[in-house]
């Protein structure tokens, strides 16, 4: 059975503070997408890594993949409240045509 | 990237009934998915669409129950038939462009009564 898993399933972290989201998925990927969803919005797509080693950053956010361990990481530094939202890891695995199996995502609350 | 539009975007609607949802993309892709959010929950694929060819539903989802239609490239329709209120939700359409980056339409939030 298919299965990604991120942990924490809820953060809640200070303004200023680093903290890092995990996603272990259980077969050999294609590919891993992070995506954010804010409450009632649909899902605002954040990064898409390739291949392993890939780190991708944009603003606080910065996204690696470790297919070896089948792990991707998504590490937020200095939070500001405006990340807070939810945070789904995805994964696309070896053929199977690009369709997408989600993580149960993590509810990230920035407080001031 | 891809722009997506989905109608309605929201509905209520009663038991037993059903509804099609629209998704359409502003320009021509070879696969769309539906996906389906419940309350509080990550998204679960129910089919993929091909233009072309029958749709291919994931494991726990049926045509009779979710028909789907894919007649040209940058359009497809989902169907939630013979409704309950397990079906409440929220339905969403994606595609792939180039370079592996996929799309989500805004979604169609659907209760049913």
């Known amino acids: 059975e298919l299965k990604v898993e991120q942990n924490p399933l809820f953060l809640s972290m200070q303004e200023g503070k680093n903290y890092t989201i995990y996603c272990n998925y259980s077969?050999?990927?294609?590919?891993l997408y992070w995506y954010r969803q804010d409450p009632g919005k649909s899902l605002e797509s954040l990064f898409v890594?390739?291949?392993?080693?890939a780190v991708k950053q944009e603003g606080r956010l910065m996204a690696s993949l470790d297919t070896k361990a089948r792990l991707s990481t998504l590490h937020i530094t200095a939070a500001v409240h405006d990340l807070s939202a939810t945070y789904f890891c995805?994964?696309?695995?070896?053929?199977?045509?690009?369709?997408?199996?989600f993580g149960t995502g993590t509810r990230l609350q920035v407080t001031l | 990237s891809a722009v997506i539009s989905q109608k309605p975007s929201r509905d209520i609607c009663q038991r037993g009934t059903s509804l099609t949802i629209q998704c359409q993309v502003d320009?021509?892709?070879?696969?769309m998915f539906w996906y389906r959010q419940q309350p509080g929950q990550s998204l679960t694929l129910i089919a993929t669409?091909?233009?072309?060819?029958?749709?291919?539903?994931e494991s726990g989802f049926v045509i009779d129950k979710f028909p789907i239609s894919r007649p040209n490239l940058t359009f497809s329709t989902l169907t939630v038939s013979n409704m309950s209120p397990e079906d409440s939700s929220i339905y969403l359409c994606?595609?792939?462009?180039?370079?592996?980056?996929?799309?989500f339409g805004p979604g169609t939030r659907l209760t049913v009564t």
């Open positions: 994606s595609v792939e462009t180039g370079h592996y980056e996929q799309y």
């Open positions: 077969t050999t990927s294609d590919r």
């Open positions: 890594l390739l291949s392993n080693g």
């Open positions: 995805a994964e696309s695995h070896t053929g199977t045509a690009s369709k997408l199996t």
């Open positions: 320009s021509q892709v070879t696969m």
């Open positions: 669409a091909n233009q072309g060819s029958e749709a291919t539903y």
